[in-house]
Structures are given as C-alpha cells and as structure tokens.
C-alpha cells in the first residue's frame, strides 16, 4: 500500500528540518526581474508556515513587509508579509498554497 500524502508531506518537513534549507531569496537576487504577489500574510505564525511550504515545495520567493488595509468599520494599518514569486514559478506556487489551505492572492 502507498503512502499517504499527509505521511510523504511530513517526511518531507522533517527532511527539509535535518537540511534547514531555504528557499527564501533577498529581493536582490531576483535584480529587475518581475514578481508576482501571491500571498499576503497577516500575521507572523502565517507566514512562517507559508515559508515552510514554498521551502518544501522548492520554490524561490521573496518575502517584504508592507502595510495592508484591516477592518471594515474600524479601518487600521497593519504590517504584513507579502509573498512573491517569479511568474513562471506563480501556477505552481499557488496550486501548492491552495492543497495546503491556503487562499492565493487574487489580482484585482
């Protein structure tokens, strides 16, 4: 019997914690290269799990902090993360975030 997609997806947790490798790039790395924003992340717990993800799924990204609009009858400004991939990386990104739980940016 074949393995599960919950047990491969642990295993390859704990193998990317043995390595600790990441897949996070500075925005330098990328030069003039366009991004594609595919995730905002609201608060720290979030996004350190979505860097996880994109790790494990080996994807480049970049991750900048920038101020988000929160409430509907109180309007604030909050910091959060915002994820970018480059665009031939954004299909598989998203289709990753989206077996994980998580919903993609959607561009407006």
């Known amino acids: 019997m074949g393995k599960s ?13 043995d390595k ?7 925005p330098d790395y990328f030069h003039d290269q366009e991004m594609v924003l595919v995730y905002v992340a609201r608060r720290l717990k979030e996004a350190k799990a ?9 994807l480049d990204y ?6 988000f609009g929160s409430g509907t009858l109180f ?4 910091i959060g993360a915002f994820f970018y991939v480059l665009p031939q990386s954004e299909d598989r990104a998203r ?7 998580y919903i993609p940016h959607a561009e407006t």
């Open 5 to 17: 997609v919950r047990t491969i997806w642990i295993e390859a947790l704990r193998e990317w914690y």
């Open 20 to 26: 600790k490798q990441t897949m996070r790039r500075d």
């Open 50 to 58: 979505l860097e996880g993800l994109l790790d494990v799924g080996g």
């Open 62 to 67: 970049a991750v900048e902090p920038a101020p």
């Open 75 to 78: 309007r604030s400004q909050r």
């Open 95 to 101: 289709a990753l975030m989206f077996q994980s739980g």
